[in-house]
């Protein structure tokens, strides 16, 4: 019997073997183990066994004796195994506890091994034994709720009872169906087909407890790598949850390796994962078995499981259960083949138990002891989750007998494993992973650590572009993770930094610790603080000196002693270019000789290099060294590596991207223009290769114009004040003395000129020729990156596509491309390739480009500008060559040395110095040789002598006895010659006796004789033609030194006998009146000569009243005499407008010509005389001329007789005057006649006018009147026509005006009617009338001006009250059409509506100019700004524009200065841009818009810079110098009070200096002590001279220690006041009481003062009880502090304005409790006395990037500057520095405009934009001051409550109360 209880104890403990091995979970709640409660009980009792225990309290395998004879076997409860004891030998230990079991099942069974065959045999032999099944730990003891007694009397023997049972009790059967129908229960219980994990376990037994720390397991039971304690530390642990030393830490940052600890273990499993597969050993699939796939296990599951239930998530509990119900691949694949799908779950559990459990229906088959003695319903949580079980258990039991699944999962298995012995769990895990989507993205997640050669971990870890840092358990320092480049692992300073940061967020507020400060590169600063006390470090962060609390400490400099190179630093980065183009050969050469494989290539750039281990090759040391250079710097390796494949890839004679290679000098140091070739973008920088902010171009033809550091020195001297500290001397002030692009849109532009041509290539063909061409600059910048050869985008074959649709849409046939060019590359106009033909270089100045070629100008041309394809005319002169300016371009005067007018012209007068006498000289500058003199001749004599002319001894009859003199006079040449001239009669002067004696002959013919060749026909056909004329002079005597010297008679009018004087006319042109017409030819015939013989020809013709003498240039030079005979119109006078070049008329006043397009010939009228001539008659370079009809024609005039009165000689031989045509007499009807009260006279005003003179003999008075109205309705710009008597007898003068009625301007209205201006009294004048019919011609766009300042109205017209506007404005409208001179029209307040006058044809209309300026302008008081000192920003909106039209202002200087004087009138107004717009120029006047701020990016050295901003570019900004000096004074004088004594400090910030004026401790009120100290501030009371050179004590505060530093007597201001202001500052009052405890205690406003042009006020008031004690209503009424604040903000008011404020924009500000009180000032309903209101928050801690001042906050520091004063510059860091000047920026912003942003143009990148805070319910945006500027969101509401509901409150009351209301406030509030 004691057998049989030994066994049922067996089948009862049985279970604690379901697992395949032992827990390792043990329970600590036991002080002592089993076996050390054994052993003291033996050792007190002096037994003779005494048991012996392993040090975790386990009993050792193999006990002994203590006389060591006998030594046995045990098992875990110590309990001897039968058959292991031995003698004086220890006996053979069977391994584990499992074996010993297994020994004692195999005795248990020994004696009826056909019990155990089968459940129907057991039963026969124990029908009264039922079994106890639980889950145990690594003793065996039971696990809590894990127990189940399981009954046998039902469980029938299934297919698997007659398999070979094995060698102990857990490997028969029945163990199996038991151990499956205990999981079974836990699965239905738990929804795990397994024992609680030793995590679980733990977990649960801490969450009954309420443990402070709840364990946290994986999904599969396993301890996570990170253990956390709630809302504490958290730590890492080991697979078995114990804790890794040194890893605890506060926060959740914390990040834990679930992998092994150790470098070459991590990097061993990462590659097996990422080549095998797994991590765990692999099992190949057999081979010829076709793939598994996860897809195939799902299909079955889809139509077994709910609708809304995840395969995926099911599949992978289905394996859970799989792994428990077979021990290996093998037993799964035997239990598939022996049994059917049916009656498969069956054989497994012994019945359906399975489909029971689904149901909870468990009776008859689970006992009453154990798990299932819960109430189900007890709580309705766990009902829910048992619910939820039932449905996994039904699903599991479906799958289990659903024969698709189970034979896919049989060729699943098949397929997989190779091995029978393999765990089914773990030939399903890779199959599982498969079933992710994510499955690739894991695997690319795959990690391989880089180690050391020892093993450990690199410091530097990266994948593909990311790098980051890892401490030496390989975990990722916080924030080191970088793109793109390497990170700096943080120094040992950071990490003692980022500890006690750790440790300072743990303590209370009041709690002080070091907090150490770390520089930009991570060293330890000098000077280190700890609230107010401060002390030294050395490089380590030793102590060295400890300074008192609050005193200053000047720590030493650490000296650091670098080697200098001597090149220069663009060398340096010239030469990483180059190493850059070899390590790209090294990569090229490597590849085409390696065979690396392409898949290794991948992997170098993931970062993934593989050592000769790892790859069991041997690789070349080039090999290595490549990949190195790969791995050491991924951004470098990425370019490298594509740049490496595009050049070994790239065709040949194609063209990729080049690296940027830096432009240096032949020092190496940088050029200050930089370009890109590849791209064509440039850009300045500065002296250290710095990029200047805003200075690239977008791939503009033009260069970007940049400054030198002097330059750069100047502009910002100018803009704000700030100097060089090595450039400033005490002697003088220090001014530096030194010497817009257009962006492309989106389309670009394919063609040009010559882009597209035409050409026949036979009858039915034609062929076209396109040429597509790109300008880099022209393409977007979007498009660049992605064209790898640009003649790829040239020839696009959608570019082809576009233009054969384009054909087939006017062609019938369809077009065939015939060839397609071979893409080159060029260069754009006024460029030409370099040598390397790498890239374009600009085509410099004195030349153009051609065909890609630069040429130099041409003689006669010159060229300014580089880059330009043409060559500028010389306005005057010629030029050499080459000229690069136009001073090159000089005249013939000018280049001979002569005298010169100012245009250049030779003057008449010249000296020659070394002969010591004078000559003349013509304008031609050829001297007059017969002209010399000794003595001085002036201008105008010459001018007389140059109408005469040399007449050579070939050309004389002498002894001309009959020859008539006129007068003999003995005189010298200059006085002989001038009579002549005086004499109408006089023809030449003959001098004599060495010139002292001269003779004046007469015109008479005697006096001449003239020979003429014979007759000849010529291209004039009714012309008299001949080939040559000579003509000689006739005098008396023939003396051997005789000179003669002629008039050039076409000069001169001239009288020939007492009847015939021929007056040279000054109209050029005879409409009618040529009778006969002689021809000679200018090459033999001189024009004087011809002159003479028309003369003398029209003088012998008693017919002839004159001549038209022409020389032109037809047939080879011609020259023209036409007689006339009563010339019925003579025109074209020589003033006319048309005639000087004033304007266009309709008519010819050259040579008549007009061609015949049918005849193919010239039609030309001569005086009315008609001819035909060819076309091969005209010169070949005037054929294609615009102005043709003047070119021909060289010399024209009019020559009459005025003896024979015009026609009046009345001789019956010759014809009648031509009568007039018939003229129509209603055209009287559009002109009105003209009276003295319509017009204005003014004698001395030249007005424009056409001049015709008209024969009386022809027109009597009332024809001439109407032709002369006719002419003037045929000429558009005619206005005025005026008939009178002419100044020569017998004609009457017909003149024609233009309108030039001015009525005055909208600075000065005439309330007149506008009249017309003359130059006589009206006689017979008339006025065209204005036809006002039809609809308005022009379109008139409304301009956005109000006034004009010049006297430019034409015309008003006054509206009736009952006229509607529009029809006033149609009739201004209509006035302006038909008015040549009117550009536009305007309407005036007093119902007036002018026309004004801007007309493209000034000369034509009243001449009018700009208002002369009150005083002179010098441009000394004016600076012109570089481009890059200026910013653009739209959206500006303080200034005023000035239009000046180029009609009445054409002198660009006298423009500008114009405009420069209108900005010196307006007190506000400190700037002028001027820019060329159409037809004028534009003057945009500013305010002082400086602006001053962060300029540089964050990865530079923090830098600041100064820009004007303008609304609009311009090529020329004007800025004032200062001009408010007097505001610089050290000493104001206070109305009433007395005189302020301040100081001059030179304020520092980096290595720029500027004065600032203090004027400290100045009393705003008086003294609140005695009877005053619980009263309201009173108005400060003091006379004489106060000393503010110092500070004053400030309030007292709660905690002040006593000292001086703190009194009643406290109510004082501290002023700071930048010198030189360029006019009112705006001003920021900040409220601030420092602390007894500080020193200094003053908040120093000096460095924002400077940085940010404002004036900076700081002010005490009373705080605490001494500020606003109250008793109630009565006694103490409280607010005192209050009062103050308001006091202050009423002496800043009144007095600020002396020291350069303006009061009219102030800034109240205010930190912490200040802020709360300075609020209150917003609820006033009085009138404001601020306009912006700044309020600082935050705590003393806050931000927590540096070390804070409890006494100080650190945003106030700031805000303040005070990292950059000297005092404090050594406590913080470069990027603390950097951090302050942005906070400046954003604080002298907002004081200024409102706006904390400088600018919208301001670079975003280098100063982040401040957002608004908006009253909304979405979380605000604010800005973080941290070192990077980041946004952040959902600041916290409190914070913001004033926008939420104090805001819309005070905008109703303000509204109500009609108060001013306050722009937005400026709330800084750092993130605690």
Request: some cysteine; proline content about 6%; overall charge negative.
């Amino acid at each position: 019997m004691a057998r049989l209880l030994r066994i049922a104890c067996i089948l009862v403990c049985c279970p604690a073997l379901l697992q395949g091995k032992a827990s390792e979970y043990q329970l600590e709640s036991e002080t002592l183990s089993r076996c050390e409660l054994l052993r003291g009980v033996a050792v007190a009792k002096e037994q003779d066994e005494i048991p012996h225990c392993a040090e975790g309290g386990r009993f050792r395998p193999v006990q002994c004796s203590g006389r060591g004879q006998e030594c046995w076997c045990v098992d875990t409860e110590g309990q001897e195994v039968t058959g292991t004891r031995t003698n004086g030998s220890a006996p053979h230990y069977f391994g584990n506890d499992a074996s010993i079991r297994a020994r004692k099942d195999q005795e248990a069974g020994a004696g009826f091994p056909e019990a155990f065959e089968t459940f129907s045999s057991f039963r026969k032999f124990f029908p009264l034994v039922s079994s106890y099944c639980f889950c145990s730990d690594s003793r065996g003891r039971e696990l809590e709720n894990t127990g189940v007694e399981l009954l046998l009397s039902e469980v029938y023997d299934s297919a698997f009872s007659g398999l070979r049972s094995g060698h102990s009790f857990s490997q028969t059967n029945i163990y199996r169906v038991l151990q499956r129908r205990m999981l079974g229960v836990r699965l239905a219980l738990t929804g795990r087909f397994r024992c609680p994990s030793p995590c679980e376990e733990e977990r649960r037994a801490a969450m009954e407890a309420n443990s402070v720390f709840i364990p946290s397991c994986e999904n599969g039971g396993a301890f996570t790598s990170k253990q956390c304690q709630q809302g504490g530390q958290c730590w890492c642990v080991d697979p078995a949850g114990r804790e890794l030393p040194g890893t605890r830490q506060h926060g959740d940052s914390l990040t834990c390796s679930s992998g092994p600890a150790d470098c070459r273990s991590q990097r061993r499993l990462a590659l097996s994962r990422l080549f095998s597969g797994p991590v765990e050993p692999p099992f190949q699939a057999s081979s010829g078995s076709p793939p598994a796939s996860c897809l195939s296990l799902l299909q079955p599951l889809r139509d077994l499981l709910p609708v809304d239930s995840d395969p995926t998530s099911f599949l992978s509990q289905l394996v859970e259960v799989l792994h428990g119900l077979f021990p290996s691949v093998g037993g799964a694949l035997q239990a598939l083949t022996r049994s059917s799908p049916r009656r498969f779950q069956e054989n497994l559990f012994g019945g359906k138990f399975l489909k029971n459990a689904a149901a909870f229906n468990f009776s008859g088959a689970v006992g009453s002891r154990g798990a299932l003695s819960l109430d189900p319903a007890s709580s309705q949580t766990l009902a829910v989750r048992l619910q939820r079980n039932q449905d996994l258990v039904q699903s599991v039991s479906r799958a289990l007998e659903d024969p698709a699944f189970l034979s896919t999962l049989q060729q699943t298995l098949t397929g997989l494993s190779s091995s029978q012995s393999a765990s089914v769990e773990q030939v399903l895990a890779a199959l599982l992973r498969s079933c992710s989507a994510d499955d690739d993205d894991d695997l690319a997640a795959i990690f391989v650590p880089s180690c050391t050669q020892s093993g450990a971990f690199q410091e530097v870890q990266c994948q593909g572009a990311e790098c980051w840092c890892v401490d030496p358990q390989g975990r990722e320092v916080k924030g080191s993770r970088t793109v793109t480049r390497r990170p700096r692992c943080p120094s040992p300073c950071e990490r003692a930094r980022a500890a006690a940061l750790e440790v300072r967020s743990n303590m209370v507020a009041s709690a002080e610790i070091h907090i150490p400060a770390c520089s930009r590169d991570g060293d330890f600063l000098p000077l280190q603080c700890v609230g107010s006390r401060c002390f030294c470090v050395d490089a380590e962060g030793k102590t060295m000196t400890a300074g008192p609390a609050g005193g200053a400490v000047t720590c030493p400099e650490r000296k650091a002693e670098t080697l200098r190179s001597s090149a220069g630093r663009c060398s340096q980065a010239l030469a990483e270019v180059e190493t850059f183009r070899q390590e790209v050969k090294s990569i090229v050469a490597l590849s085409n000789s390696s065979h690396i494989p392409l898949g290794y290539g991948f992997l170098l750039a993931e970062g993934l290099r593989l050592t000769r281990e790892e790859l069991q090759i041997s690789q070349s040391e080039e090999e290595l060294q490549v990949s190195e250079t790969l791995l050491r710097r991924p951004g470098a390796a990425l370019r490298l590596a594509a740049f490496s494949t595009v050049q070994m890839l790239l065709p040949r004679q194609r063209r990729s991207y080049q690296p940027f290679t830096p432009q240096c000098d032949a020092d190496g140091r940088w050029l200050l223009t930089q370009c890109y070739h590849s791209t064509g973008q440039c850009w300045c920088v500065d002296e250290d290769g710095q990029y200047i902010s805003d200075s690239l171009t977008s791939r503009s033809l033009s260069l970007p114009k940049c400054l030198t550091r002097c330059q750069r020195a100047k502009a910002r001297s100018l803009l704000s004040g700030w100097m060089k500290g090595s450039d400033i001397t005490t002697s003088s002030p220090y001014h530096p003395t030194c010497e817009q692009l257009p962006s492309s849109g989106r389309a670009v532009s394919l063609c040009d000129d010559s882009s597209v041509t035409l050409q026949c290539d036979g009858d039915d063909s034609l062929r076209l020729t396109v040429r597509w061409s790109a300008a880099l600059y022209d393409l977007p910048t979007s498009d660049l990156p992605d064209l790898h050869d640009v003649g790829l985008f040239l020839n696009e074959s959608r570019l082809l596509e576009g233009l054969q649709g384009i054909l087939r849409s006017v062609l019938s046939s369809e077009p065939k491309l015939v060839s397609v060019t071979t893409p080159s590359f060029g260069c754009s106009r006024g460029y030409h390739l370099d040598s390397d033909s790498e890239g374009c270089v600009v085509c410099p100045a004195g030349s153009f480009s051609q065909e890609g070629v630069c040429h130099l100008c041409l003689q006669g041309t010159y060229q300014d500008e580089e880059g330009r394809d043409f060559c500028n005319k010389c306005p005057t002169g010629s030029s050499p060559a080459g000229a690069s300016s136009v001073k090159e371009c000089v005249t013939e005067c000018q280049r001979r040395g002569l005298r010169c007018s100012q245009r250049g012209d030779f003057l008449p007068a010249q000296p020659d110095v070394l002969a010591g006498r004078w000559r003349c000289f013509n304008s031609e500058g050829v001297e007059l040789e017969w002209s010399s003199s000794e003595k001085l001749l002036t201008d105008d004599e010459c001018s007389v002598l140059s109408r005469f002319q040399a007449v050579p001894t070939s050309d004389l009859i002498v002894g001309a006895a009959d020859a008539e003199v006129l007068q003999t006079m003995t005189s010298d040449l200059t006085a002989c010659v001038r009579a002549c001239a005086a004499q109408p009669s006089c023809h030449h002067v003959a001098l004599i006796n060495s010139q002292t004696q001269c003779e004046l002959y007469s015109t008479h013919s005697l006096n001449t004789h003239c020979n003429t060749s014979q007759q000849s026909s010529g291209f004039l056909a009714q012309a008299e033609m001949f080939d040559s004329l000579s003509c000689y002079l006739r005098v008396r005597g023939g003396a051997s030194d005789l000179l003669v010297i002629r008039k050039k008679g076409a000069e001169f009018s001239s009288q020939q006998q007492q009847q015939h004087r021929f007056v040279r006319m000054r109209m050029m042109k005879a409409v009618s009146g040529v009778f006969r017409t002689q021809v000679f030819s200018s090459r033999r015939t001189s024009l004087s000569d011809a002159h003479r013989f028309c003369q003398d020809g029209c003088s012998r013709d008693t017919c002839c009243d004159g001549f038209i003498l022409n020389q032109n240039s037809l047939e080879g030079g011609s020259l023209l005499c036409g007689w006339l005979r009563a010339p019925s119109v003579l025109t074209c006078g020589d003033q006319d407008w048309d005639v000087i070049g004033q304007g266009a008329a309709e008519r010819i006043c050259g040579a008549g010509l007009t061609y015949n397009v049918q005849e193919g010939n010239f039609l030309f009228d001569f005086g009315g005389q008609k001819f035909t001539i060819a076309d091969s008659a005209l010169p070949a370079d005037s054929k294609n001329r615009k102005d043709y009809q003047s070119s021909v024609v060289s010399f024209q005039a009019i020559y009459l007789n005025t003896a024979s009165a015009v026609g009046g000689s009345g001789s019956s031989s010759c014809a009648a005057a031509e009568l007039s045509p018939p003229l129509d007499a209603s055209v009287q009807l559009k002109f009105a006649s003209l009276s003295e009260d319509d017009v204005v006279v003014d004698p001395q005003r030249k007005l424009p006018a056409l001049s015709f003179w008209l024969n009386k003999n022809n027109y009597n008075s009332q024809q001439a009147q109407l032709w002369c109205l006719t002419r003037c309705n045929e000429e558009p710009q005619c206005s005025v026509a005026d008939l009178r008597d002419a100044d020569s007898a017998g004609f009457f003068s017909c003149s024609l005006y233009p309108d030039s009625r001015v009525c005055g301007a909208y600075d000065k209205p005439l309330r007149r009617p506008c009249s017309l201006l003359l130059d006589r009294a009206p006689n017979n004048t008339y006025s065209k009338k204005v036809d006002l019919s039809g609809p308005v011609k022009s379109f008139y766009e409304r301009v956005s001006f109000k006034k004009m300042v010049s006297n430019s109205v034409r015309s008003q017209v006054t509206l009736g009250e009952n006229t509607p506007l529009s029809e006033g404005f149609m009739e201004c409208e209509r006035r302006c059409d038909e008015d040549p001179c009117c550009r536009g029209v305007g309407f005036v307040r007093y119902s007036k509506s002018r026309v004004n006058q801007w007309s493209s044809s000034p000369a034509l209309c009243p001449p009018f100019s700009l208002p002369p300026t009150r005083t002179n302008i010098s441009l000394d008081d004016w600076s012109l700004l570089a481009d890059s000192s200026v910013l653009v920003d739209p959206s500006l909106s303080t200034y005023d524009v000035i239009h000046v039209s180029r009609d009445i202002a054409g002198d660009r200087d006298k423009t500008r200065d114009w405009c420069l004087h209108a900005c010196q009138e307006a007190e506000s107004c400190a700037a002028v841009s001027l820019s060329e717009v159409e037809s004028a120029t534009r003057c945009v006047l500013y305010p002082d818009t400086t602006v001053c701020g962060l300029s540089s990016a964050p990865e530079s050295p923090a830098s600041s810079s100064c820009r004007l901003v303008v609304r609009e570019p311009a090529p020329q900004v004007y800025l004032r110098r200062g001009v408010f000096s007097e505001l610089s004074r050290t000493s104001v004088s206070i109305p009433g009070q007395g005189v302020l004594q301040g100081v001059a400090v030179e304020t520092a910030l980096a290595s720029d200096r500027r004065t600032v004026i203090q004027f400290l401790g100045v009393p705003y009120a008086r003294p609140p002590i005695g009877s005053l100290r619980f009263e309201a501030a009173q108005p400060a009371e003091w006379t004489g001279t106060w000393d503010a050179t110092k500070p004053r004590a400030s309030c007292i505060q709660p905690g002040d220690a006593a000292s001086a530093a703190s009194s009643e007597d406290c109510l004082h201001l501290n002023i700071f006041t930048p010198a030189d202001l360029r006019g009112r500052a705006p001003v920021l009052l900040f409220f601030f009481n420092p602390s007894a405890n500080e020193n200094p205690g003053l908040l120093d406003g000096s460095i924002l003062a400077a940085m940010g042009n404002i004036v900076v006020v700081t002010a005490s008031y009373r705080t605490a009880a001494l500020g606003f004690l109250s008793t109630g209503e009565s006694g103490l009424r409280g607010n005192y502090g209050l009062s103050d604040q308001e006091a202050a903000l009423r002496w800043v008011k009144d007095h600020i304005s002396l020291m350069g404020g303006d009061n009219s924009r102030v800034t109240v500000g205010a930190e912490r409790g200040g802020a709360d009180v300075t609020s209150l000032h917003l609820l006033s309903s009085s009138r404001p006395l601020f306009q912006r209101m700044m309020l600082m928050g935050g705590s003393a801690f806050s931000p927590s990037l540096v070390q804070a001042d409890v006494f100080l906050p650190l945003d106030v520091q700031l805000a303040f500057g005070t990292p950059h004063h000297p005092m404090s510059s050594q406590r913080f860091t470069s990027s603390d520095r950097r951090l302050s000047l942005a906070m400046m920026t954003y604080v002298s912003s907002f004081i200024r405009s409102g706006n904390p942003n400088p600018s919208r143009s301001w670079a975003e990148s280098v100063l982040p934009r401040w957002q608004p805070v908006l009253s909304s319910e979405a979380p605000p945006t604010y800005l973080e001051l941290s070192t990077n500027l980041h946004h952040q969101r959902g600041l916290s509401q409190s914070s913001c409550s004033f926008w939420t509901q104090l805001a819309p409150k005070l905008t109703s009351l303000t509204g109500a109360s009609g108060a001013e209301p306050v722009q937005p406030a400026l709330m800084t509030s750092s993130p605690a």
